[in-house]
């Protein structure tokens, strides 16, 4: 099986008597960078853009001020956390097996209105000397910290944009082989994750909510070298008929044949509509089941009949996870 199954939540919807409820799961996604590739280095390019002055200013309730108390080397320390934060994950991950990183001053400062590729006989020198096989590359890396003052509708707020060009090289071609730019917001405002506010809770200061925020780009760069679990919501509906209740029982209890025995029986198309509800909800049952093709022709046909009664709310919830399925399919 290719994902977990996580406690159900009901959704808000209700339409008629239909009630349609959200059912979260953890979906496995492969990696987005597949190279064959036992040893790699990692090092900053330390490129930035003639524009990007504001590395020692932040925002307070949307004025700009100029920070007094930041290291000079400030910049060298967030890449620095960024950088051994990448190399931490994709180690744990065992994506490579030995990682080289170059101190930061591997490349002198450099400026300009365009990013310039890397040169390959300037590839081939900085790998030549650990005899890697690929060159992770950070390409250029930007921060900017805002702090914003509690007021009637919302509590005291600190938030990192971060912005992070990286570059994938092979050693022995010496071409680029993969290119990605990551820009992040995170926020510090006393909720927890189920929305859930603390009280008392104080945002990090902004040295610290830089640091905080430059591990956090290092990792979700790192992602993208090993598959992942993540959390996404698929949707089911419950007509007012009691098989539907039953099926829905069945259903959140990860008992699919039984759940799918139930909505077969509805699934013909002198049942109307109902057929519609109840082809969406085998598709669901049957993506569980890992057997994405018959899901695919489950919704094939609910979408057939939802085009035949003209009902663009139901065309446009099947087209919805008619792409969803689709993706997951080009992903395995």
Same mark, same amino acid.
């Given at each position: 099986?290719?994902?977990?199954?996580?406690p159900?939540?009901?959704?808000?919807?209700?339409?008629?008597?239909?009630?349609?409820?959200?059912?979260?799961?953890?979906?496995?996604?492969?990696?987005?960078?597949?190279?064959?590739?036992?040893?790699?280095?990692?090092?900053?390019?330390?490129?930035?853009?003639?524009?990007?002055?504001?590395?020692?200013?932040?925002?307070?309730?949307?004025?700009?001020?100029?920070?007094?108390?930041?290291?000079?080397?400030?910049?060298?320390?967030?890449?620095?956390?960024?950088?051994?934060?990448?190399?931490?994950?994709?180690?744990?991950?065992?994506?490579?097996?030995?990682?080289?990183?170059?101190?930061?001053?591997?490349?002198?400062?450099?400026?300009?209105?365009?990013?310039?590729?890397?040169?390959?006989?300037?590839?081939?020198?900085?790998?030549?000397?650990?005899?890697v096989?690929?060159?992770?590359?950070?390409?250029?890396?930007?921060?900017?910290?805002?702090?914003?003052?509690?007021?009637?509708?919302?509590?005291e707020?600190?938030?990192?944009?971060?912005?992070?060009?990286?570059?994938?090289?092979?050693?022995?071609?010496?071409?680029?082989?993969?290119?990605?730019?990551?820009?992040?917001?995170?926020?510090?405002?006393?909720?927890?994750?189920?929305?859930?506010?603390?009280?008392?809770?104080?945002?990090?200061?902004?040295?610290?909510? %830089?640091?905080? +925020?430059?591990? @956090? $780009?290092?990792?979700?760069?790192? *992602?993208?070298?090993?598959?992942?679990?993540? &959390?996404?919501?698929?949707?089911?509906?419950?007509?007012?008929?009691?098989?539907?209740?039953?099926?829905?029982?069945?259903?959140?209890?990860?008992?699919?044949?039984?759940?799918?025995?139930?909505?077969?029986?509805?699934?013909?198309?002198?049942?109307?509509?109902?057929?519609?509800?109840?082809?969406?909800?085998?598709?669901l049952?049957y993506?569980m089941?890992?057997?994405?093709?018959?899901?695919?022709?489950? %919704?094939?046909? +609910?979408?057939? @009949? $939802?085009?035949?009664?003209?009902s *663009?709310?139901?065309?446009?919830?099947?087209? &919805?996870?008619?792409?969803?399925?689709?993706?997951?399919?080009?992903?395995?």
């Amino acid at each position: 099986m290719n994902y977990r199954l996580i406690p159900v939540i009901f959704l808000l919807l209700t339409s008629a008597c239909t009630v349609y409820r959200d059912f979260p799961i953890e979906v496995y996604h492969p990696a987005e960078v597949k190279l064959e590739a036992k040893d790699a280095a990692l090092v900053y390019r330390n490129f930035k853009y003639r524009e990007d002055t504001l590395q020692h200013f932040f925002k307070s309730d949307y004025q700009l001020f100029r920070a007094g108390n930041d290291p000079e080397n400030l910049d060298s320390l967030l890449v620095t956390a960024c950088i051994v934060e990448v190399a931490g994950k994709l180690k744990e991950n065992q994506v490579f097996e030995e990682i080289h990183i170059y101190p930061y001053h591997a490349f002198e400062r450099h400026t300009g209105e365009h990013l310039p590729d890397i040169t390959p006989a300037l590839i081939g020198q900085v790998t030549s000397a650990t005899q890697v096989d690929l060159l992770i590359l950070l390409e250029t890396y930007s921060t900017f910290f805002s702090n914003y003052s509690q007021t009637a509708d919302s509590p005291e707020t600190h938030e990192v944009i971060t912005a992070a060009v990286w570059a994938v090289y092979d050693a022995e071609t010496r071409e680029k082989v993969d290119v990605k730019t990551l820009i992040d917001t995170i926020y510090w405002n006393g909720y927890d994750q189920e929305g859930n506010y603390q009280p008392g809770y104080r945002p990090p200061s902004r040295l610290t909510a %830089l640091e905080m +925020a430059a591990t @956090l $780009a290092g990792e979700n760069f790192a *992602k993208r070298f090993s598959g992942s679990w993540q &959390t996404v919501n698929r949707m089911y509906s419950v007509p007012p008929l009691p098989d539907f209740s039953n099926a829905a029982f069945f259903l959140e209890e990860a008992k699919w044949d039984e759940a799918i025995e139930l909505w077969e029986k509805y699934a013909d198309n002198r049942n109307g509509k109902m057929a519609i509800d109840a082809r969406y909800n085998l598709a669901l049952a049957y993506e569980m089941k890992d057997d994405l093709v018959i899901a695919q022709s489950w %919704l094939n046909e +609910a979408y057939s @009949l $939802a085009k035949k009664f003209r009902s *663009k709310n139901y065309m446009r919830m099947i087209e &919805t996870y008619q792409k969803i399925l689709k993706n997951r399919i080009k992903n395995l």
